[in-house]
């Protein structure tokens, strides 16, 4: 598969089957991460990899109620109401692993590195057969405190991308975008 078809066949992926991704292919997405383009060659990247469906059944559920509880706040978010108030939702979707990339805050583009790190991890994934999802509403668990101590993450780490990778339970259709917007053609 080359970068073409990788990009063609990506999508959002939010159903998983129950196999575990071996570590070794885990280890080599994190690499593939760290191969991306980082502003002043800083690397401004660190890793968590969650893969205890246990714990991730848990965040799940602790956001959910953070969330319940707090969604004045969040008016960006209120067409997800209904999602994250049925009980069967997991934020997660019962994914394998959960890879999270916090981005340090030492560096001013620590938020490019970690991003461009999560879209080669998202290609690479495609090739090794694996389906990945962005899961914003992890940050309002995976940034405190409490978590980041849990988790040995330097408090000057700042979270980027917090991402579920697993093998689809089912192929999804490619995806389809609206007409770029091009603001100059010269
Ligand atoms: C910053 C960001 C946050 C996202 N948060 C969530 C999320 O919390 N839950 C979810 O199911 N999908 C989430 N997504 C996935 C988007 O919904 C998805 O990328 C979009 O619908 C386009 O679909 P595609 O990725 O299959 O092309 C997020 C994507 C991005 C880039």
């Known amino acids: 598969m080359n970068v073409t078809e990788s990009i063609n066949a ?9 196999q575990a ?6 280890d080599q ?4 991460g760290t191969k991306a383009a ?18 991730m059944k848990r965040l799940s559920d602790e956001i959910k109620k953070y969330l319940g509880e707090n969604f004045e706040k969040y008016p960006y978010l209120q067409q997800y109401k209904n999602w994250i108030k049925d009980e069967n939702y997991n934020v997660f979707y019962d994914a394998p692993c959960l890879l999270i990339i916090y981005g340090n805050t030492n560096s001013h583009w620590h938020v490019y590195d970690c991003t461009l790190a999560a879209g080669n991890i998202m290609l690479a994934s495609v090739e090794y057969g694996l389906g990945t999802c962005w899961i914003g509403f992890a940050e309002y668990i995976c940034d405190t405190a409490a978590f980041k101590s849990k988790y040995n993450i330097p408090e000057f780490y700042k979270l980027i991308c917090p991402m579920v990778v697993g093998y689809p339970a089912a192929p999804l259709a490619p995806l ?11």
């Open 10 to 18: 990506r999508r959002s992926v939010r159903s998983f089957d129950d």
């Open 21 to 26: 991704i071996p570590a070794d292919i885990i």
């Open 29 to 32: 997405l994190v690499t593939l």
């Open 38 to 55: 980082t502003g002043s060659g800083q690397q401004a990247w660190g890793f968590v990899i969650i893969t205890d469906k246990n714990d």
């Open 176 to 186: 389809s975008r609206k007409p770029a917007p091009i603001f100059y053609r010269g």
